[in-house]
Every structure is written in structure tokens, then in C-alpha cells.
């Protein structure tokens, strides 16, 4: 059993693999155009789930962290917004992908 849910935003992502090279959106991004989906998906995801995960003292970077962001209601308002966008179920995508040994460019 894991001790903390394993999530990443884009910025880990595009640091410990090569899927970023050649995708149009910008991982330190959150809002916008160029936004990547992993980097908002990462803290709507922490924002979602913010009181089950306070419990966990592994969670409490992160959590501070997502405090800390200026932009959050931007940031989930536009998931919002896209929810019928492809791109919001990047962590479903990529697992399906994971599971089939696909090579994921996004």
C-alpha cells in the first residue's frame, strides 16, 4: 500500500522523462493556452482531494505548496471550463497507455 497517492504535475514529468521534448505546452505552466494539462490536472487533483490527503504528514509539502498558488481558482475554474476536453483526463490517458506499454506523446 502506498503511503501517499502518486501524482505528478508537468515540471516532474518534463524533469524525469523525455515526453515533454516535443510537446507544445509548457510544464511550469497552469493557466492558459500553453498550459500544460498535467500541471493543472497535478494541483486540481490535490485541491479535490485536499481534506482526505491533510491527514497524511507526507502530504504536507504539497499541500502547502497548492496553498501557496495565487492562480488556484484560475487554475480550477479552467478545468472547469474544460472538462470535456481530452486533455483534463491526461493521468487516465497516460495510465491506459502505461498499461498497453505505449509510448505517450501528448
Not at 498535467?38 to 502530504?59: K, P, S
Request: a positive charge.
Amino acid at each position: 500500500m502506498a503511503t501517499k497517492p502518486y501524482a505528478a504535475g508537468g515540471a516532474y514529468i518534463d524533469r524525469m522523462s523525455d515526453y515533454c521534448g516535443q510537446c507544445r505546452y509548457r510544464p511550469r505552466i497552469r493557466v492558459g493556452g500553453d498550459a500544460c494539462p498535467f500541471t493543472a490536472g497535478y494541483w486540481v487533483f490535490l485541491h479535490r482531494n485536499r481534506d482526505r490527503l491533510a491527514a497524511n504528514h507526507r502530504m504536507a509539502q504539497p499541500l502547502a505548496g497548492m496553498r501557496r498558488l495565487r492562480d488556484l481558482d484560475e487554475v480550477v475554474a479552467q478545468q472547469r471550463r474544460h472538462s470535456g476536453d481530452p486533455r483534463d483526463r491526461s493521468f487516465g490517458f497516460v495510465a491506459r497507455a502505461a498499461h498497453r506499454g505505449t509510448d505517450v506523446r501528448i
